[in-house]
């Protein structure tokens, strides 16, 4: 085997080592088929069982009530941003948006797509979405109030839920989704693109309350409902099999061997705080976001000239440390810190950035 690097790539993203040895020992012959998990079919015993764990082990996980729906979907997490109002908003209502950054920002420009009623009740646009609000006022009535838990992109992550007053939490948890316990209760939907903290590209997870899906609109394209895939346990039509599978084992692992979302809370936390503190001490990075806001997943970061940047990525690459460069849209450095990235790389980061800062600081 090549040697494996410390990945801090934002999405796909790193993956449990132990993950990829179990799917890599299943592939060729899976559970006694004589078939890889990709050649079965999708209706078979076999691949039911995987998607039924995989969609208990994200209701245990979440302590979701029994009223929720785990469903699997396509179309990635840019698929809901449509998906959510066309199904949501029924005539005569509106749906509050809060808007954290690029991600928000896209979901609100689909409702706008749509023409469908909604109000952006806050937004840290100001300051270049380097903070989340804390100031807002959700529409009474509203149809959900969406928001972003976590801005992949500007390094940023609400500390609680927004508070709604009732109206239904929607949100958009891709980047941050089983990296931490939350109570379900007020949301009416969850979504999340697999490819950060649950799996590979290629399946979106979608958590639903059942009294929302009553108002998915009839006149919608089948695939467009939520209720056509609620009521197929997501085999409407054919699903990503050996994404899903993948997902399961990603579940597995936080459940069985990390040992639940308190516990990997408490790995996520030592992991962003080890390297903040680097940061802030170091006199030589400068973190973007405001510290009350900091993402645990994703640490975004400056030096003091773009040039360094691009000198810190590459020898950082040349040291197997990979996925540092921040996104094209904002610059600067990012390490993305999920769930499978361990302490071990975080403290092999802080000692090249230390050893970088010592030699051009
Ligand atoms: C928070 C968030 N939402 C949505 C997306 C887009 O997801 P997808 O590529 O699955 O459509 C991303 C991708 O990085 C993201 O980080």
């Known amino acids: 085997m090549g040697v494996r690097i410390h990945n801090f790539n934002p999405g796909p993203a790193a993956l449990p080592l132990p993950v990829l040895e179990e799917a890599q020992a299943e592939l060729l012959d899976f559970r006694g088929t004589g078939m890889s998990i990709a050649e079965i079919s999708h209706r078979s015993a076999v691949f039911e069982e995987v998607l039924n764990d995989a969609a208990a082990r994200v209701k245990r996980l979440l302590n979701m009530p029994e009223h929720f729906k785990v469903l699997f979907l396509q179309g990635g997490a840019s698929t809901q941003f449509f998906m959510v109002p066309m199904n949501f908003i029924p005539e005569g209502s ?9 991600w928000s920002t896209k979901a609100i420009k689909e409702v706008e797509i749509l023409g469908k009623p909604h109000k952006v009740i806050a937004s840290s646009q100001d300051r270049d979405f380097c903070y989340i609000p804390r100031e807002y006022a959700v529409s009474p009535g509203a149809a959900y109030l969406h928001f972003t838990s976590n801005n992949t992109i500007k390094g940023t992550q609400w500390r609680g839920l927004p508070t709604a007053g009732g109206v239904p939490l929607v949100s958009d948890m891709s980047s941050d989704i089983m990296s931490r316990p939350f109570d379900p209760k007020p949301f009416g939907l969850i979504y999340a693109g697999a490819q950060k903290n649950l799996g590979p590209a290629g399946v979106t997870l979608v958590i639903i309350r059942d009294d929302m899906l009553e108002r998915s609109p009839k006149t919608l394209p089948t695939m467009l409902r939520y209720t056509t895939h609620a009521e197929k346990n997501s085999l409407y039509n054919t699903p990503p099999c050996l994404c899903i599978y993948l997902v399961q084992l990603v579940l597995k692992w936080v459940e069985d061997t990390i040992g639940g979302l308190a516990a990997m809370e408490r790995l996520n936390r030592e992991k962003a705080d080890l390297l903040y503190s680097y940061i802030d001490e170091s006199g030589f990075y400068k973190g973007t976001a405001d510290e009350d806001s900091r993402s645990m997943m994703n640490v975004t970061f400056r030096l003091p000239a773009e040039d360094l940047e691009k000198e810190l990525v590459a020898e950082a690459s040349k040291n197997s440390l990979g996925g540092l460069k921040g996104h094209r849209s904002v ?17 092999a980061l802080i000692e090249l950035m230390k050893e970088f800062a010592r030699k051009r600081g």
């Open 94 to 102: 509106s749906a509050d948006y809060i808007n954290t950054g690029t």
């Open 331 to 347: 610059g600067g450095c990012r390490a993305s810190l999920y769930n499978a990235v361990g302490i071990d790389s975080v403290r």
